[in-house]
Each structure stands twice: as structure tokens, then as C-alpha cells.
């Protein structure tokens, strides 16, 4: 999400002794950051529960099997109800990411829960309460490989809808990818792959290389988020909405446009707002108890125009 995220890996150059030391110590930041998650106590009002989505990633030494750490809510009733996949963004810092937790915005959450949905909010791999190598990285500022992040945080994501199709409160038929900053890249690029049930896409302040300490609004190499986002886009069926604001301190308005044009010229239907300034920092309207009314407005305004009947197991 910022500069720090583009930093390439260089454990490799350094000593024996301190690298163990650097690989227990993350181990341990790890493990408390668990510790905390687990001890948070659950959210009764939104039915909330921590569950563990397995998936498989195919690694140097074979196919490994992980467990991504997740937290689900869900409305009154026994359902079946239509489900949002709600992914995170990316802290630069890999401090930052081992200490996220479990992503508990519950007012946002509640949002969705009052209208009816059911929310699974899945940590990534190298994040929070999952924890692992970080899998999202793309390489330098000079030369960011956007996509490689995007289809890396996609099989994460492939892997909680599969996952949430088969619990017994959600109806496989009407699902919505919502996520925020590098979380709605992330549920760009899993639309792409055309997974059953999802009819529809909601990307909040969407992108990756946002460097707003340093250069406010200029993202490292925009044009590789565009041609990323092309190549994801050439794929998608679903309807998608794009919900930026003007004073975004990661991605500026003109190169939000860029990307936009970009998906829509690979095909793909969407809807761009550009909300007037927010706060000092547009980027963060989503997380903001001030932004609820807004962009809540242009949720229920998208999906009126999503085909959303059920359509069964």
C-alpha cells in the first residue's frame, strides 16, 4: 500500500546468526499477534466466529497446505444469506502486517450485516492472524510487478469463496467481493477468475504502490497498475464498482482514472465515483465512522443494478 511495500527480500544477504534471530523474532511477533486475535472476545451481536480456510499453494519443494485465518458474521435466522467477501489492504511495514490481527472494522461490518449479509473477512497469507511469508510482494518501486501481487492475493481469495459456498448460512448463488485499497486489487483480480457464485464486485480505494509519506498521490509506476488491472479485466463478467475520493493520498484522481479506462477498454462494466475530498486522507473513507452515509449510499445504489436472485446450491 505504501513505498515500504515494494522492499525485495534480502534476508539472503545476510549473516547465519542473524537471520535465525530475525526468523524467531518475526515467529514470535506472529505468534502474539495470534494470541491477540484469538483473545479478542467474539462479537455476539454480529454472530461473530473465527474459522481456518485451507488452501493449497504449490511451492519449490511441493504443494504445501495452509490455513488462512478468517473471522465470519452473519445476520438473524438460519439464512441461507447472500455473502460478502470482505478483504483487507496492505500495511508497507512487515512489522505492521504480522501485528493486524483479524480484520474487525465491526461498523463497517454491521453495515453489511443489517442489510441482510453474511461477511467472511479472510486474513491473507503473511498477514495478521495467518501469518506465513507475506506472498503479496511485487519487486522495487522502479519496476513493481502488480499483477504477480494481484494473482498471488487471488488464490487466497478463490480459496475462502469455496470455502464460504459450502457453510450452511450462505447461499453460494450471491456473493460480492468487497475490499479496500490493496484488498480491492485483490478482489479484482479474483473476479477474474470467474468464481462461481460471485455477482459482483465493490473495489474501495483500490491499488498498491501509494508512497503518501513521500510522494502524495504518485504511486510507484502507475501504468504497471494499469496494465495489470487490463489483464485482470480481459477476464471479468461481473459488474464492478470503483468508489475513490478526490484527496486520496495514495493514488490521485488522474491516475484512478488511467486505471479505470484501462478496465474498461479490456471490457469489462463498471461504475468510477470520484467522491469530493474527504478528511485529509480520502484513501480511508471506507474505515471511517464519517464515511458510513457515503459510502453506503453508492453500495446499495450498485446493487440495485446487480442481478442478485438466489440461485440455489
Keep these: 500500500m505504501n513505498a515500504a511495500d515494494n522492499r525485495t527480500d534480502t534476508w539472503a544477504l545476510r549473516t547465519r546468526p542473524r537471520r535465525a534471530g530475525a526468523m524467531l523474532a518475526a515467529a514470535l511477533l506472529w505468534l502474539s499477534s495470534v494470541a491477540a486475535a484469538e483473545d479478542v472476545e ?80 479472510p486474513m491473507r497469507r503473511g498477514y495478521g492472524a495467518t501469518g506465513g511469508r507475506w506472498a503479496e510482494r511485487y519487486g522495487a518501486c522502479a519496476a513493481p510487478d502488480y499483477y504477480r501481487a494481484g494473482l498471488e492475493a487471488q488464490k487466497d481469495l478463490l480459496a475462502t469463496i469455496a470455502f464460504a459456498s459450502k457453510l450452511p448460512f450462505v447461499d453460494p448463488g450471491r456473493i460480492v467481493l468487497v475490499g479496500q485499497s490493496a484488498g480491492g486489487i485483490a478482489s479484482i483480480a479474483a473476479a477474474s477468475a470467474n468464481p462461481r457464485g460471485v455477482v459482483g464486485v465493490v473495489n474501495f480505494s483500490g491499488g498498491r ?86 459510502w453506503t449510499a453508492e453500495f446499495d445504489r450498485f446493487m440495485e443494478g446487480v442481478p442478485f436472485s438466489s440461485k440455489g446450491r
Design 42 to 121: 467474539l462479537n455476539h451481536r454480529l454472530r461473530e466466529r473465527v474459522v481456518h480456510v485451507p488452501m493449497q499453494v504449490e511451492t519449490a519443494a511441493g504443494p504445501e497446505q495452509l490455513l488462512l485465518t478468517a473471522t465470519t458474521y452473519q445476520p438473524p435466522g438460519e439464512g441461507p444469506f447472500p455473502l460478502v467477501v470482505l478483504s483487507h489492504g496492505s500495511p508497507g511495514d512487515g512489522a505492521a502486517r504480522a501485528t493486524m490481527g483479524r480484520y474487525r472494522h465491526l461498523t463497517q461490518i454491521g453495515e453489511f450485516v443489517q442489510r441482510g449479509f453474511a461477511v467472511i473477512a
Design 209 to 294: 504502490g501509494g508512497r503518501p509519506h513521500t510522494n502524495p498521490g504518485e504511486p510507484c509506476v502507475p501504468e504497471n497498475m494499469s496494465a495489470a488491472i487490463g489483464k485482470f479485466a480481459a477476464t471479468i463478467r461481473v459488474p464492478v464498482l470503483w468508489h475513490y475520493a478526490e484527496n486520496d493520498q495514495y493514488f490521485a484522481p488522474h491516475h484512478v482514472r488511467a486505471w479505470f479506462k484501462a478496465f474498461e477498454d479490456a471490457g469489462a462494466r463498471g461504475k468510477l465515483v470520484m467522491q469530493p475530498p474527504f478528511g485529509w486522507d480520502g484513501h480511508g473513507l471506507f474505515a471511517a465512522r464519517g464515511g458510513l452515509a457515503i
